[in-house]
């Protein structure tokens, strides 16, 4: 299983990408502006879209990648999610109002979507890659994913602030090799961190704490203009073992 970074920002400008990764080619796990770096074939070539929640910095770029790709592919990209994100979905963007509903379009006998609601907890296999959703704590409904192939397993937050259900997944899973998590604000905003319901350093160390020992742990969705300003306030609280920034292109072999 091949990982591939395509946006780890929680905004935009210049080099920024907000949050998409890449699969095998075939999946993606949500659709942020990263999406808009990939070629036609690579558009072409994604089947599966995962996403953990319905705010727009992780899916803007489905409706435009549908657009442009939904004619020449010949068969559906299919849509998972929790049954509240995708109904979020066809209310307020598929709607024939924003977009149109290409889970009718151009007919409703060969669609350009599929929605498929899967429930948080639950587990899926595509060839041999498991895809497990795991509940978080966001200001929507929201899950993270857990992706293992047959080299380990990878574990990506989404959006999230304090969780329990998370790292009892995490801890659960023996061949765990890396975490991605996100840390949005600098500690001087954890109230709108805590209302938002996103991490700031502090928060992320305590959450840090009920991680077991082992896995790589790494940094998403950073304010693009506090990046540095939040990797050294996660240095100061976490200083051994400090989580790295993830960056965009990074690849994981699992
Ligand atoms: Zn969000
Ligand atoms: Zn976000």
Not at 92 to 121: C, I, K, V
Request: aromatic share 6%.
């Amino acid at each position: 299983m091949k990982v591939r970074i395509l946006g780890a920002n929680g905004g935009i400008g210049a080099q920024a990408r907000t949050t998409s990764i890449l699969v095998d080619g075939d999946i993606l796990i949500d659709a942020g502006t990263g999406v808009g770096d990939l070629t036609l074939a690579e558009l072409r070539a994604i089947d599966h879209v995962f996403l953990t929640h319905s705010h727009l910095d992780h899916l803007v770029m489905l409706p435009f990648m549908l657009d442009t790709v939904g004619a020449s592919r010949g068969r559906p990209v299919r849509v998972y999610a929790q049954e509240a994100t995708l109904a979020a979905l066809r209310r307020h963007l598929f709607n024939g109002e924003l977009w149109p509903d290409f889970s009718r379009l151009p007919t409703p006998d060969a669609p350009f979507m599929t929605y498929q609601a899967l429930p948080p907890g639950s587990e899926l296999t595509l060839n041999r890659r498991r895809i497990r959703s795991i509940p978080v704590n966001h200001v929507v409904p929201a899950v993270g994913y857990l992706l293992s192939g047959a080299r380990g397993s990878l574990a990506f937050s989404g959006d999230t602030s304090t969780t329990e259900e998370f790292w009892k997944v995490l801890n659960a899973t023996g061949d765990l090799r890396h975490v991605i998590i996100e840390t949005s604000f600098v500690d001087a905003d954890a109230e709108l961190s805590r209302i938002s319901k996103h991490l700031c350093p502090a928060m992320l160390a305590d959450e840090l704490k009920k991680l077991k020992p082992g896995p790589r742990v790494h940094i998403t969705h950073l304010m693009p203009d506090e990046e540095d300003a939040i990797m050294d306030e996660i240095a100061r609280h976490v200083p051994s073992d400090t989580p790295r920034r993830i960056e965009r292109g990074q690849v994981f072999e699992l």
